[in-house]
Protein backbone atom coordinates (compact mmCIF):
# COMPACT_ATOMS: atom_id res chain seq x y z
CA UNK A 1 0.00 0.00 0.00
CA UNK A 2 1.04 3.62 -0.35
CA UNK A 3 2.43 5.05 2.28
CA UNK A 4 2.04 8.58 3.60
CA UNK A 5 2.80 11.01 1.63
CA UNK A 6 3.26 14.72 1.91
CA UNK A 7 4.38 17.55 -0.60
CA UNK A 8 6.25 19.23 -1.09
CA UNK A 9 9.34 17.30 0.57
CA UNK A 10 11.59 20.75 0.94
CA UNK A 11 10.38 24.72 0.77
CA UNK A 12 11.84 28.01 0.93
CA UNK A 13 9.87 31.05 1.11
CA UNK A 14 10.18 34.76 2.33
CA UNK A 15 8.69 36.06 5.62
CA UNK A 16 5.38 37.27 4.97
CA UNK A 17 4.62 34.68 2.08
CA UNK A 18 1.71 32.08 2.16
CA UNK A 19 2.90 28.17 1.73
CA UNK A 20 0.37 25.39 1.83
CA UNK A 21 1.18 22.32 2.69
CA UNK A 22 -0.24 18.73 2.10
CA UNK A 23 -0.65 15.25 3.36
CA UNK A 24 -2.07 12.27 2.06
CA UNK A 25 -2.79 9.54 4.50
CA UNK A 26 -2.97 6.08 4.03
CA UNK A 27 -5.81 5.20 1.80
CA UNK A 28 -9.11 4.19 5.10
CA UNK A 29 -7.28 6.23 7.90
CA UNK A 30 -9.31 8.36 9.42
CA UNK A 31 -6.94 9.54 11.79
CA UNK A 32 -4.67 12.40 10.53
CA UNK A 33 -2.24 14.17 12.61
CA UNK A 34 0.19 16.98 12.06
CA UNK A 35 3.53 17.45 14.11
CA UNK A 36 6.59 19.92 13.83
CA UNK A 37 9.89 20.05 14.80
CA UNK A 38 11.99 22.92 14.81
CA UNK A 39 15.41 23.91 14.95
CA UNK A 40 17.02 21.98 17.85
CA UNK A 41 13.42 21.81 19.67
CA UNK A 42 11.37 18.35 20.12
CA UNK A 43 8.90 17.09 17.84
CA UNK A 44 5.45 18.64 18.89
CA UNK A 45 1.82 17.62 18.20
CA UNK A 46 -0.17 20.67 16.16
CA UNK A 47 -3.39 18.78 15.14
CA UNK A 48 -5.46 15.66 15.03
CA UNK A 49 -8.14 14.83 12.52
CA UNK A 50 -10.69 12.58 12.54
CA UNK A 51 -12.03 11.89 9.10
CA UNK A 52 -12.96 16.21 8.09
CA UNK A 53 -13.58 17.66 11.92
CA UNK A 54 -10.67 18.65 14.15
CA UNK A 55 -10.38 16.41 17.13
CA UNK A 56 -7.67 18.16 19.07
CA UNK A 57 -5.98 21.35 17.70
CA UNK A 58 -4.35 22.27 20.52
CA UNK A 59 -0.95 22.04 19.55
CA UNK A 60 -1.45 24.83 17.18
CA UNK A 61 0.50 27.92 17.77
CA UNK A 62 -1.20 30.97 16.64
CA UNK A 63 -4.08 31.87 14.26
CA UNK A 64 -1.24 32.52 11.17
CA UNK A 65 -1.45 28.06 11.00
CA UNK A 66 -4.71 26.95 9.17
CA UNK A 67 -5.29 22.98 9.14
CA UNK A 68 -8.22 22.03 6.50
CA UNK A 69 -9.02 18.18 5.37
CA UNK A 70 -11.99 18.60 3.19
CA UNK A 71 -14.05 15.27 2.56
CA UNK A 72 -11.85 13.45 5.15
CA UNK A 73 -8.96 12.79 2.43
CA UNK A 74 -5.89 15.04 1.87
CA UNK A 75 -5.10 17.59 4.48
CA UNK A 76 -3.57 20.96 4.07
CA UNK A 77 -1.55 22.93 6.14
CA UNK A 78 -1.39 26.47 5.34
CA UNK A 79 1.04 28.94 7.46
CA UNK A 80 -0.06 32.55 6.52
CA UNK A 81 1.92 34.52 6.75
CA UNK A 82 5.18 32.85 7.31
CA UNK A 83 7.66 34.01 10.08
CA UNK A 84 11.50 33.11 10.57
CA UNK A 85 10.16 30.50 13.47
CA UNK A 86 8.31 28.76 11.79
CA UNK A 87 11.28 26.90 9.83
CA UNK A 88 11.33 23.65 10.74
CA UNK A 89 10.05 20.11 9.47
CA UNK A 90 6.63 19.37 9.32
CA UNK A 91 5.33 15.89 9.58
CA UNK A 92 1.61 13.93 9.00
CA UNK A 93 0.74 10.87 10.23
CA UNK A 94 -2.50 8.64 9.80
CA UNK A 95 -3.78 5.65 11.64
CA UNK A 96 -6.89 3.08 11.40
CA UNK A 97 -10.08 4.62 13.53
CA UNK A 98 -9.54 3.13 17.29
CA UNK A 99 -5.81 2.21 16.89
CA UNK A 100 -4.28 5.50 18.29
CA UNK A 101 -1.00 5.18 18.06
CA UNK A 102 -0.45 2.00 17.39
CA UNK A 103 -1.10 2.44 13.88
CA UNK A 104 1.03 5.31 13.44
CA UNK A 105 2.41 6.03 9.83
CA UNK A 106 4.32 9.05 9.43
CA UNK A 107 5.18 10.97 5.96
CA UNK A 108 8.94 11.87 4.84
CA UNK A 109 7.59 15.57 6.22
CA UNK A 110 8.29 18.80 4.68
CA UNK A 111 11.19 21.07 5.37
CA UNK A 112 10.39 24.39 5.91
CA UNK A 113 13.08 27.55 5.59
CA UNK A 114 11.73 31.02 6.07
CA UNK A 115 14.37 33.05 4.99
CA UNK B 1 1.79 17.74 32.10
CA UNK B 2 3.36 15.14 30.46
CA UNK B 3 7.31 15.31 29.12
CA UNK B 4 9.83 13.27 27.84
CA UNK B 5 13.39 13.65 28.24
CA UNK B 6 16.53 11.83 26.51
CA UNK B 7 19.54 13.65 28.44
CA UNK B 8 22.08 12.59 25.47
CA UNK B 9 21.84 14.46 22.21
CA UNK B 10 24.71 11.91 20.50
CA UNK B 11 25.83 8.65 21.77
CA UNK B 12 28.90 7.16 19.58
CA UNK B 13 29.52 3.52 20.51
CA UNK B 14 31.86 1.35 18.14
CA UNK B 15 30.62 -1.61 16.91
CA UNK B 16 29.65 -4.81 18.49
CA UNK B 17 29.43 -2.48 22.07
CA UNK B 18 26.86 -2.39 23.88
CA UNK B 19 24.18 0.63 23.97
CA UNK B 20 21.69 2.46 25.80
CA UNK B 21 19.88 5.41 24.93
CA UNK B 22 17.98 6.74 28.38
CA UNK B 23 14.70 8.28 28.36
CA UNK B 24 12.65 9.98 30.89
CA UNK B 25 8.61 10.64 31.80
CA UNK B 26 6.57 12.32 33.90
CA UNK B 27 3.13 11.71 33.23
CA UNK B 28 0.38 11.40 35.86
CA UNK B 29 -1.68 8.76 34.56
CA UNK B 30 -0.66 5.01 33.30
CA UNK B 31 1.95 5.70 30.99
CA UNK B 32 2.50 4.18 27.31
CA UNK B 33 6.20 4.85 25.96
CA UNK B 34 7.15 4.29 22.47
CA UNK B 35 10.60 4.32 20.58
CA UNK B 36 10.68 5.61 16.98
CA UNK B 37 13.99 5.72 14.92
CA UNK B 38 14.52 8.04 11.62
CA UNK B 39 17.31 6.06 9.40
CA UNK B 40 19.26 8.48 6.91
CA UNK B 41 16.95 10.02 4.41
CA UNK B 42 14.17 7.99 6.12
CA UNK B 43 10.95 8.70 7.28
CA UNK B 44 10.14 8.30 11.40
CA UNK B 45 8.95 4.37 12.18
CA UNK B 46 7.93 3.19 15.14
CA UNK B 47 10.60 0.35 16.49
CA UNK B 48 9.22 -0.75 19.41
CA UNK B 49 6.30 -0.26 21.95
CA UNK B 50 6.56 -1.29 25.91
CA UNK B 51 2.90 -2.72 25.78
CA UNK B 52 4.07 -5.25 23.76
CA UNK B 53 7.14 -6.24 25.31
CA UNK B 54 8.91 -7.14 22.30
CA UNK B 55 12.22 -7.50 21.11
CA UNK B 56 12.77 -5.42 17.41
CA UNK B 57 15.97 -5.59 16.18
CA UNK B 58 17.74 -6.71 18.46
CA UNK B 59 16.58 -3.67 20.99
CA UNK B 60 14.67 -3.73 23.75
CA UNK B 61 13.30 -1.15 26.21
CA UNK B 62 11.62 -1.96 29.73
CA UNK B 63 9.34 0.13 31.46
CA UNK B 64 10.35 1.45 35.00
CA UNK B 65 7.57 3.31 36.54
CA UNK B 66 9.63 4.05 39.84
CA UNK B 67 12.27 5.62 38.03
CA UNK B 68 10.37 6.71 34.88
CA UNK B 69 12.22 5.80 32.67
CA UNK B 70 12.19 3.87 29.52
CA UNK B 71 15.74 2.99 28.39
CA UNK B 72 16.52 1.32 24.94
CA UNK B 73 18.92 -1.31 25.20
CA UNK B 74 20.65 -3.25 22.52
CA UNK B 75 23.19 -5.64 23.65
CA UNK B 76 25.82 -5.51 20.15
CA UNK B 77 25.45 -2.40 18.55
CA UNK B 78 25.54 -2.59 14.82
CA UNK B 79 26.56 0.05 12.19
CA UNK B 80 23.12 0.10 10.53
CA UNK B 81 22.07 1.04 14.11
CA UNK B 82 23.12 4.40 13.27
CA UNK B 83 20.01 6.91 13.40
CA UNK B 84 18.14 9.04 15.20
CA UNK B 85 15.93 7.60 18.50
CA UNK B 86 12.92 9.17 19.90
CA UNK B 87 11.27 8.02 22.80
CA UNK B 88 7.15 9.28 22.96
CA UNK B 89 4.92 9.32 25.52
CA UNK B 90 0.60 9.11 24.35
CA UNK B 91 -1.85 10.79 26.54
CA UNK B 92 -5.24 8.77 27.65
CA UNK B 93 -7.28 9.84 24.32
CA UNK B 94 -4.09 8.10 22.64
CA UNK B 95 -3.96 10.58 20.14
CA UNK B 96 -0.63 12.86 21.12
CA UNK B 97 2.30 11.96 21.49
CA UNK B 98 5.26 13.65 23.30
CA UNK B 99 8.32 13.73 22.41
CA UNK B 100 11.85 13.47 23.73
CA UNK B 101 14.50 15.29 21.76
CA UNK B 102 15.89 12.59 20.00
CA UNK B 103 19.25 10.60 20.22
CA UNK B 104 21.77 10.32 17.59
CA UNK B 105 23.41 7.25 17.95
CA UNK B 106 26.30 6.52 15.81
CA UNK B 107 28.05 3.18 15.51
CA UNK B 108 31.61 3.52 14.35
CA UNK B 109 33.55 0.41 12.37
Known amino acids: EA ?3 QFPSHSVIEKGQTVTLRCDPISGHDNLYWYRRV ?3 EIKFLLHFVKES ?3 ESGMPNNRFLAERTGGTYSTLKVQP ?3 EDSGVYFCASSQLGTGNYGYTFGSGTR ?3 V | AQRVTQPEKLLSVFKGAPVELKCNYSYSGSPELFWYVQYSRQRLQLLLRHISRESIKGFTADLNKGETSFHLKKPFAQEEDSAMYYCALINNAG ?3 TFGGGTRLMVKP
Do not use: I
Open chain 1, 54 to 56: KQD
Open chain 1, 112 to 114: LTV
Open chain 1, 39 to 41: MGK
Open chain 1, 82 to 84: AEL
Open chain 2, 95 to 97: NML
Open chain 1, 3 to 5: GVT
